[in-house]
């Protein structure tokens, strides 16, 4: 009997001790702006762009001054964001051009993972990761989808926006409309832990902007420019809502808030070109160049990540890594993450940069970084220079701690540390599948297919 009894209570007290540990768990709000320049906001030294709610975050939080992504373009790094792994591991080294083409069902998202531990997962926004039903995002771990299925959206009509897979008549400006849906999501969550994945298609083209905020950049001369300012303007005031209502409920005190652009600014001719600006950065979306792949990149995690700066070079795929470690999520033992859990590194437990070498290939572009070394080929459309022939750069050498702006060559005169990088990046190509489809437009022979009309 006494022995029964002691047991009982032993088992209660385990469990108590067990909700009590799956309270503390903190909420995940994963923040992915679409095609921002990486100039564009007020804590990169924007000027005629306010963007006050983002510089809140990046100043109670920690901004990461060379933040990658893995890709120049939307979907590869969206696939590789939400799996943790390089996409070029699974063919999804380009935007899927629609049909059967999207994140193969083999890999795992996070939302996979977090909902298999007891957390309720949303995706508010743009998914970009197929389109059969198969690739739906409440067949990849989200228990709820409010937003678009494809990689760009009409910001005033509402054909193509769904709840779930019901079409909604929606009467909201598209920004406005995903900050309020991400308001009742918060508002609603009482006892689990949530993720809320909130993908704005701000500001991708089209560029469409409300009266409103149109007006209050009515200085701004250029057109394109004035737009491109009201539609950041609106996704910043939609982040300020959104952080808002996590205040209002007390769920702020324990969420952790990521917040990225998925590729860099488009600015050269043949992309999305959207106003935005990449300075100091050279290069822009769909280059391998900085400019395409080097974005803003902020995490608040209150009383763990807090107001700082950190200059090792990070990627979005560390985000993953980082929520998975925060959350205690289990995975499969066969998983193969190639992020790196950025809490150690930010707090100082863990001396050395995350990362020894980050990677990307983009169809014959590539680029490997390792310290402030950087070995790029790189679309020469980038150069803007109409009487040269587009092609793909021989292979740069740059020192981007000297050199931001990748403007001096350094491989004739460094040609053992051209060899080392090259070296370093053809052992990580070796163990890459090859494109599942797609290609990038100015790769030779792997030119858009007929009938694979990828949206940039
Ligand atoms: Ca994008």
């Known amino acids: 009997m006494w022995k029964s009894t002691f047991y009982s209570l032993f088992a209660l007290a385990v469990l108590t001790a067990l909700v009590a540990a799956a309270e503390t768990r903190p909420n995940i709000l ?108 409440q067949q990849r771990g989200f228990d709820e989808f409010f937003g678009f299925l494809g990689g760009a959206h009409d910001y005033f009509n509402d054909k193509g926006i769904v709840r ?23 508002g609603k969550q009482k006892e689990s832990p949530f ?66 652009s998925d590729n860099g600014g488009p600015t050269m001719p043949g992309v999305t070109v959207n106003g935005s600006l990449n300075t100091p950065l050279r290069g822009s979306k769909r280059t391998t160049l900085d400019g395409g792949i080097r974005v803003p990149f902020v995490i608040h995690w209150p009383g763990k990540i807090e107001s700082g700066v950190f200059e090792h070079p990070v990627i979005q795929l560390d985000l993953h ?59 020469t459309t980038a150069d803007l220079d109409p009487s040269k022939p587009k092609t793909i750069s021989p292979a740069k050498l740059y020192n981007l701690k000297d050199d931001i702006g990748e403007a001096k060559d350094l491989a004739a005169s460094m040609p053992d540390k051209v060899k080392e990088l090259q070296a370093k990046w053809d052992t990580w190509n070796s163990k890459l599948a090859p494109p599942a489809w797609g290609g990038n437009p100015a790769a030779k022979g792997q030119g858009k297919k007929k009938g694979n009309k990828q949206q940039e």
């Open 30 to 137: 994963l923040i992915v702006g679409d095609d921002m320049g990486y100039a564009d906001v007020g804590f990169h030294g924007c000027k005629d762009i306010p963007t006050p709610h983002l510089d809140k975050l990046a100043s109670v939080g920690t901004r990461f001054t060379n933040g990658y992504v893995t890709g120049p373009y939307c979907s590869p790094t969206r696939a590789g964001l939400l799996t943790g792994r390089y996409q070029q591991r699974f063919g999804h080294e380009f935007n899927p051009g629609g049909g059967k083409q999207g994140m193969p069902t083999s890999e795992k998202t996070i939302a996979d993972h977090l909902k298999a531990g007891g957390y309720k997962t949303a995706l508010i926004g743009k998914w970009h990761l197929g389109s059969e039903p198969e690739f739906h995002p």
């Open 164 to 186: 779930g897979n019901t079409p909604v008549d929606e009467k909201e400006y598209l920004t406005d409309a995903f900050a309020r849906e991400a308001e009742e999501f918060i």
């Open 195 to 260: 993720f809320l994945y909130l993908a704005f298609n701000a500001v991708h083209t089209p560029m469409q902007a409300d009266d409103a905020r149109l007006k209050k950049f009515a200085h701004i001369e250029d057109k394109q420019r004035r737009t491109y300012a009201a539609m950041m303007s609106a996704m910043d005031d939609a982040i300020g809502r959104v952080l808002a209502k996590l205040k209002a409920t007390g769920a702020d005190k324990n969420t952790l808030v990521m917040f990225i």
């Open 321 to 379: 890594a980082t929520v998975l470690a925060a959350t205690g999520a289990k995975v499969p033992a066969n998983f193969e993450p190639d992020g790196v859990d950025l809490y150690p590194h930010v707090s100082g437990a863990n001396k050395k940069p995350p990362h020894d070498a980050l990677h990307w290939r983009f169809g014959p572009q590539m680029a490997i970084r390792m310290g402030d070394y950087k070995l790029v080929r790189y679309d």
